[in-house]
């Protein structure tokens, strides 16, 4: 699959960019579902000299795609492979805490997942600039609700029901680089019950 293709939006917007190896001392790769693709693409353009100093983090897409196989049989000093974002969270904190200058991170795959890796790496004290990313695969969304602050995975349809407190919420395309999220506000505050049909947005 080929790099995602989006729309031009407002300012808080990502933009996404294409992996490209980077001069450093080591690197970090954080990719989920198609996201292995961007990574084979970019080590395929770089060369396998790379593999020697880096270490792989992969999940499986929020659409089921496991591409865990081709990233582990590139070879890289080490690879590790986690069901979620969640179950790899730990590691990736300590391998960000135990980075030193001159380690290039790269993030390939969803939005929620690099909307995470860049969340996690800033927590660090690292620019989020310093990241590499590139969108693959799924366009769903990862939404917090402004109203209970709770945060829904994987969004599909826009409006949708808050998993948290069951507001029914338009999906904004303003994004929180703080929360790692995008925006989610009550359609009907005005007019209850008055809420448009649900679309699907995002797949």
């Given at each position: 699959?080929?790099?995602?293709?989006?729309?031009?939006?407002?300012?808080?917007?990502?933009?996404?960019?294409?992996?490209?190896?980077?001069?450093?001392?080591?690197?970090?790769?954080?990719?989920?579902?198609?996201?292995?693709?961007?990574?084979?693409?970019?080590?395929?353009?770089?060369?396998?000299?790379?593999?020697?100093?880096?270490?792989?983090?992969?999940?499986?897409?929020?659409?089921?795609?496991?591409?865990?196989?081709?990233?582990?049989?590139?070879?890289?000093?080490?690879?590790?492979?986690?069901?979620?974002?969640?179950?790899?969270?730990?590691?990736?904190?300590?391998?960000?805490?135990?980075?030193?200058?001159?380690?290039?991170?790269?993030?390939?795959?969803?939005?929620?997942?690099?909307?995470?890796?860049?969340?996690?790496?800033a927590a660090q004290g690292l620019p989020y600039e310093s990241v590499h990313t590139e969108h693959r695969g799924s366009t769903v969304r990862r939404v917090q609700c402004v109203h209970c602050k709770g945060i829904t995975e994987n969004v599909t349809h826009d409006p949708f029901?808050?998993?948290?407190?069951?507001?029914?919420?338009?999906?904004?395309?303003?994004?929180?680089?703080?929360?790692?999220?995008?925006?989610?506000?009550?359609?009907?505050?005005?007019?209850?019950?008055?809420?448009?049909?649900?679309?699907?947005?995002?797949?």
């Amino acid at each position: 699959m080929t790099k995602t293709e989006f729309e031009p939006s407002i300012k808080s917007r990502p933009v996404y960019g294409v992996l490209e190896a980077a001069p450093g001392l080591a690197h970090l790769i954080v990719a989920d579902g198609e996201g292995a693709d961007a990574v084979t693409e970019m080590i395929a353009r770089a060369g396998t000299a790379m593999l020697a100093s880096t270490h792989i983090i992969y999940m499986p897409g929020p659409n089921g795609c496991d591409k865990s196989a081709a990233l582990q049989a590139l070879g890289a000093a080490q690879f590790r492979s986690s069901p979620s974002f969640a179950a790899a969270s730990s590691r990736l904190a300590k391998v960000v805490a135990d980075a030193h200058m001159g380690t290039q991170i790269y993030v390939a795959g969803t939005e929620g997942l690099i909307a995470q890796v860049c969340q996690a790496v800033a927590a660090q004290g690292l620019p989020y600039e310093s990241v590499h990313t590139e969108h693959r695969g799924s366009t769903v969304r990862r939404v917090q609700c402004v109203h209970c602050k709770g945060i829904t995975e994987n969004v599909t349809h826009d409006p949708f029901k808050c998993s948290h407190c069951g507001l029914s919420l338009f999906v904004r395309d303003h994004f929180s680089r703080r929360i790692a999220a995008f925006q989610g506000v009550n359609i009907d505050a005005e007019d209850p019950g008055l809420v448009p049909d649900s679309v699907e947005r995002f797949k």
